[in-house]
């Protein structure tokens, strides 16, 4: 997606924002009228079977034959009140894309969810930038449908237990779930960490302009993103107990990390309010090479353009 100035970018986003105000209305009423028809799925699933040893998990084909074109699904039994985006950020991770697919999609359907899976690729030979590629994400998904809230996954950490919920967090309490990961012995990350996985409201994250542009390397896009979000007096929640935030997360090669995080970081804490309104989503520039509904996911590969 390309903008000739920075000003029809800002009627985008304003458009944008507009869009989703009378989508959110309309999808209320529409949601309030299709409970009284059907009963409304229970705020704790009775599917739940809690922790998983993953090392010993197999994948559950029969429910992955619930999911429709595109990495949608939908109960059949109860209506959910909450539409879910999970957002994968991706680049030359086959093995481990296929078996985040097929464990994420039984797990949250014991949850009894409404969600679509888009997998944003990075094509080209850039630095990886994941805080682009989740603001491409943001904005795609919303192309396709209205969405209650986001939730930005890595691709290479699973929930290990099902009572970890991925339902949407309350507006204005953006919510941190990959607290406790094996390979950090399950202690649990510094409490202003928001990496990994961690759900955000559709008003949050379009208040703070979504995450930065300018992080091009592993780190600091996450960090960013929590300053931001204090910055606006929204308080970062995490389940408890401990435990059931736990995640595996597959084994590989250390990505290399942005050796002018820091710096950036930094620096966009100088002067946050003036940064966040102009670096994020109303400054993203990218074009899209495919756009397709595979089985699991919605995967978007996309060129991303400094």
Not at 176 to 201: E, K, M, Q
Not at 204 to 233: H, I, M, P, T, Y
Request: proline letters at 5%; one cysteine or more; glycine letters at 6%.
């Amino acid at each position: 997606m390309a903008f000739r100035s920075r000003f029809q970018h800002l009627i985008f986003i304003c458009l944008l924002w507009t869009i989703l105000t009378i989508s959110f209305h309309n999808s209320g009423v529409s949601r309030l009228i299709q409970i009284k028809e059907s009963q409304s799925c229970p705020l704790t699933s009775p599917l739940l079977i809690g922790w998983t040893n993953i090392s010993n998990w197999m994948e559950d084909y029969d429910k992955q034959k619930l999911v429709e074109l595109g990495g949608s699904y939908k109960p059949v039994d109860c209506n959910p009140n909450q539409a879910i985006a999970i957002v994968v950020p991706y680049r030359n991770r086959d093995h481990q894309l296929n078996i985040f697919l097929c464990y994420i999609h039984p797990f949250l359907q014991r949850q009894q969810l409404d969600y679509t899976i888009f997998v944003v690729e990075q094509t080209g030979r850039s630095a990886f930038n994941r805080g682009m590629l989740l603001n491409v994400g943001f904005i795609e998904a919303l192309r396709r449908r209205s969405f209650d809230c986001f939730i930005f996954h890595d691709v290479d950490l699973l929930p290990e237990d099902d009572r970890n919920s991925y339902a949407c967090p309350e507006v204005g309490k953006p919510r941190h779930l990959s607290v406790a990961i094996n390979t950090f012995g399950y202690r649990p990350i510094g409490v202003n960490h928001f990496g990994g996985v961690s759900s955000v409201s559709t008003t949050d994250f379009v208040a703070v302009n979504g995450f930065s542009n300018k992080f091009w390397g592993w780190g600091g896009e996450d960090d960013d993103l929590f300053n931001r979000l204090c910055s606006r007096n929204f308080s970062v929640q995490r389940h408890q107990p401990l435990r059931q935030t736990r995640y595996m997360m597959l084994a590989h090669e250390p990505a290399k990390p942005n050796s002018d995080r820091k710096r950036i970081l930094r620096d966009n804490k100088k002067n946050l309010p003036v940064t966040m309104m102009t670096d994020g989503l109303i400054s993203l520039k990218y074009r899209i090479i495919s756009n397709n509904l595979k089985r699991f996911c919605t995967h978007i590969i996309v060129e991303l353009q400094r």
